[in-house]
């Protein structure tokens, strides 16, 4: 019982998930159960006059705006995301109703037959109508740049990705009773779909009942998109008092859910008379698509990470998220950090050479020390560790020695990032907004429950939760039970998202687990419930973006090698090697995988993932168009893990799941501007887009 | 409509249906086999993957009547086998599945590869699966996995 427990084990839903045992949403029926296809906008913007809907066949519904019992918008953050198009339509794709029956060739057949009479408005593509706008200082940055002996300015464009789960979203839902809507879904946010699902219905919330089915990956695309669609199949539920199936195929999984946004950030620094950097001025642009859903929050989590794992004295950010006629963006794994990480690595990197300094040396002496201010005057509290973990990673890659050689040596080239990722909400969201609470429940057989709303979409939460629990109760994990979670069981204990489940989850779940010790009884039932307790020392200031962001920071470096074909522009990856500090690993195998699928996503981010719309309409729709890698494209990655306690989470864990994401792309960006000898400015690095930096002599 | 006849996972399977029905949909819906996966939908992802004598091959893109008369093996019926309890302990250990809607095909895939190379290299393996999509793992704990099956499997492929 008193093993590391780092240590690995088997994870705990693997062998079922091998055999084909697992229940995704796709895999479960209802008897007597009909399906649901969505109508949808054909245009980017319009007036709705009018739907022509054919005679419907007997047992065939309609769902739409006028079916809602409450208020026709998806619950989140504002009022603006409709569940069905009213009178506009804002994107193309924005559903307009649902078509429901039992055969779905007949469906698909009524649906042919609609004809929507929507007269067109002018679409808006480009960065014109602010939203959301935020900003925020550190020091005193305007006489900063007054005094400055240059000022050197870039900008930085990051392109569409797509999360590319392998299972397409969908639900399953069934009436309890009249009022009673049951939904199974592939979901990230229970709570969050529940209560969507509550405003929509306009009812009491003991009438939603949201069951998580298993999750065929996640990455964020299950955090918000599925409360729309939970919205949709729960109106038409209760509509038609029948279980009803709506599964998305592929194409229309890619062509209207959430992506990461878009981006267009300009850095200027304020550079003295000795070379040093002693400001910096940020200005970002987030493309939020047709409705603002979290793109508000993504784009704080872009800004406070301006300086990344830097400190910079004085700082002048701000950003904006602009309304475009598109499918709305959203939540994905590091949530607006990958594109303002991939912004000031890059200009720090381009700093030294404009500097004619040597870039690593140049990064090294800026980089963020405990006691430092960070980049909203808040504080690093803990130890930071990023020296060693710089020297270790240089040392598995020869880094220094690859440096040197590719100098000379054409068309090869290597690059390394450092970053950090703050762990939990950003700001005052988990004490304000989130409340969490969860529960441990033992029985007479003293067989313990855990009750978190917590999903595990791969990422391993079930086994870690578990370990948790066994190691601190010291009872066996067999002795520990968590199932996929039902809201009519389980507490709110926040959405699975923000790389919170480990740290703030499973620091709540370990207290529980500490309390249920002191009372033990054997066989003797017993419940503890505990809530989430800001730290008082955590001061933050949500209008003036000021104090501590995060209660503490995960730190990474990546190191990427490239080969770049003279002829087509090919990128090959030949090496990635990673040092990350997530505190302590719960398991240290679990972390290892999301550090190699999070850093394969991050840097298919920089070179490989291309997704674009022609007027709205995007034009990649399926794993044919959209590429992610293949085993082939990837090459091995090493990983080391460094321990770095956090005293406040369990067992000293801090977040992992997005930290392994966002250095990815400024790495093989560094890397192909060292096999080309041109600056790369914008992800991702296709071959068109070196073809172009190779042909023009101006870059 | 038509009379097929195949082996499923060793036992003779006769249905009269429509030939043109994917095999994806006559072993989910008829047969209540749900390991396979639809991900795609067009043969890019091989969460469907099966073995059609033997070979990987996406049951999402396999038109009925193009099995008739040939053997198909699904995870349910290979995870019945001692190659399967080999594999699959050897991607528990390695960390290899994480969502696991890829899995079953991807241990499929393994399979097919390993019958015909039983000591495969890394390099050799990557291409093996390359058929199979995984967004969660980044490869490598599998690529470890099947070469940990291949020294831990040795003489049963």
């Known amino acids: 019982m008193h093993k590391d427990i780092s240590q690995s084990i088997h994870k705990l839903d693997a062998h079922a998930r091998m055999q084909g045992k697992a229940q995704y949403v796709g895999d479960i029926d209802i008897k007597g159960m009909l399906h649901a296809i969505t109508l949808r906008s054909p245009i980017a913007k319009g007036i709705i006059k009018a739907i022509h809907y054919p005679p419907l066949p007997s047992g065939y519904t309609i769902i739409d705006y006028r079916d809602i019992p409450g208020k026709n918008f998806v619950k989140m953050i504002f009022e603006d995301w409709k569940i069905f198009a009213e009178d506009t339509v804002e994107h193309i794709g924005e559903p307009i109703a649902l078509i429901v029956g039992e055969d779905k060739r007949v469906l698909y057949d009524i649906h042919d037959k609609i004809i929507c009479d929507i007269q067109p408005l002018e679409p808006l593509f480009s960065y014109q109508k602010s939203v959301i706008d935020y900003q925020f200082t550190k020091g005193n940055p305007d006489p900063v740049f007054k005094q400055a002996k240059k000022i050197i300015k870039e900008t930085y464009e990051t392109g569409y990705q797509e999360q590319a789960y392998i299972e397409p979203q969908g639900f399953i839902g069934y009436p309890e009773t009249a009022e009673k809507v049951t939904l199974i879904g592939s979901v990230q946010c229970l709570y969050y779909v529940k ?505 | 409509m038509m009379t097929i006849k195949f082996m499923l996972n060793g036992t003779e399977q006769t249905i009269k249906t429509d030939p043109s029905r994917r095999l994806l949909d006559v072993l989910r819906k008829d047969f209540n086999l749900k390991g396979s996966k639809e991900g795609c939908g067009e043969g890019e992802c091989g969460a469907c993957a099966i073995l059609l004598d033997g070979h990987i091959t996406n049951s999402c893109c396999l038109p009925l009547a193009s099995v008739h008369k040939r053997s198909i093996m699904t995870i349910e019926g290979y995870a019945k086998t001692a190659r399967f309890d080999v594999l699959s302990n050897s991607f528990a250990e390695a960390g290899a599945v994480q969502c696991g809607i890829c899995t079953p095909g991807m241990i499929l895939a393994a399979e097919s590869l390993l019958n015909q190379n039983p000591a495969p290299t890394d390099a050799q393996i990557r291409i093996g699966i390359s058929g199979n999509l995984c967004r969660c793992t980044g490869y490598n704990m599998i690529v470890k996995a099947i070469q940990s099956a291949a020294k831990r499997g040795e003489g049963l492929w």
Request: include cysteine.
């Open chain 1, 195 to 699: 209560n969507a699902v509550v405003s929509a219905l306009d009812t009491h919330p003991d009438n939603v009942r949201v069951i998580q089915a298993a999750v065929g990956g996640a990455f964020g695309g299950k955090e918000e998109y599925p409360s729309l669609i939970a919205c949709q199949l729960a109106i038409a539920i209760r509509k038609t008092q029948k279980p009803i199936k709506l599964i998305f195929e592929r194409e229309e999984d890619m062509s209207v859910t959430t992506k990461r946004h878009p981006s267009k950030t300009t850095m200027e620094a304020a550079i003295d008379a000795d070379n040093n950097i002693v400001g910096i001025r940020a200005k970002v642009a987030l493309d939020g698509g047709a409705y603002i859903g979290l793109s508000g929050v993504v784009l704080s989590r872009a800004l406070i990470a301006v300086t990344n794992a830097y400190t910079i004295k004085h700082l002048a950010v701000s950003g904006d998220v602009f309304k475009t006629n598109t499918v709305p963006n959203g939540a994905f794994r590091g949530f607006g950090a990958p594109q303002m990480i991939f912004a000031i690595e890059m200009f720090m990197h381009h700093l030294a050479k404009q500097l004619n300094q040597d870039p690593y040396s140049f990064r090294m002496q800026y980089l963020a020390k405990q006691g430092d201010q960070t980049s909203t005057s808040g504080l690093f509290r803990d130890p930071i560790i990023m020296p060693k973990m710089i020297q270790k990673a240089t040392e598995m890659a020869q880094f220094h020695d690859k440096v040197k050689a590719y100098k000379t040596m054409p068309n090869r080239g290597i690059g390394m990032s450092y970053f950090l990722h703050g762990c939990g909400f950003t700001g005052s969201g988990e004490s304000t907004h989130i409340n969490a609470q969860v529960k441990l429940r033992k029985d007479d057989h003293d067989h313990v429950y855990i009750l978190v709303a917590a999903v595990d979409m791969g990422q391993g939460a079930k086994t870690t939760l578990i370990k948790i629990v066994s190691h601190t109760l010291e009872i066996p994990i067999e002795q520990v039970h968590f199932d996929y979670p039902d809201t009519d069981d389980v507490p709110d204990s926040g959405p699975t998202v923000a790389s919170r489940t480990a740290m703030i989850v499973g620091g709540l779940v370990n207290q529980a687990a500490l309390e249920m010790k002191s009372l033990w009884q054997s066989k003797t039932p017993l419940e503890v419930i505990k809530r989430y307790k800001q730290p008082e020392w955590i001061v933050w200031d949500e209008k003036t973006f000021q104090g501590d962001a995060y209660p503490a920071y995960s730190w990474g470096v990546n190191i990427v090698e490239v080969e770049v074909s003279p002829i087509t522009y090919q990128v090959n990856i030949i090496g990635i090697w990673s040092v990350y500090d997530v505190g302590k690993a719960l398991d240290e195998t679990i972390v290892l995988g999301q550090a190699d699928g999070g850093t394969a996503q991050g840097v298919a981010y920089g070179y490989l993932e291309v997704m674009v719309h022609e007027q709205g309409q995007l034009k990649q729709k399926n794993m044919t168009d959209y590429i992610i890698p293949t085993a082939v494209d990837m090459a091995p990655t090493q990983t080391h893990l460094y321990d770095n306690p956090f005293a406040l989470g369990p067992y000293g864990a801090k977040g992992a799941g997005e930290l392994t994401l966002v250095g990815g792309a400024p790495a093989v960006a560094m890397a192909i501007e060292m096999a080309i000898k041109k600056p790369i400015k914008k992800i991702p690095a296709t071959p068109e887009y070196i073809m172009e930096l190779m042909h023009d002599d101006d870059h």
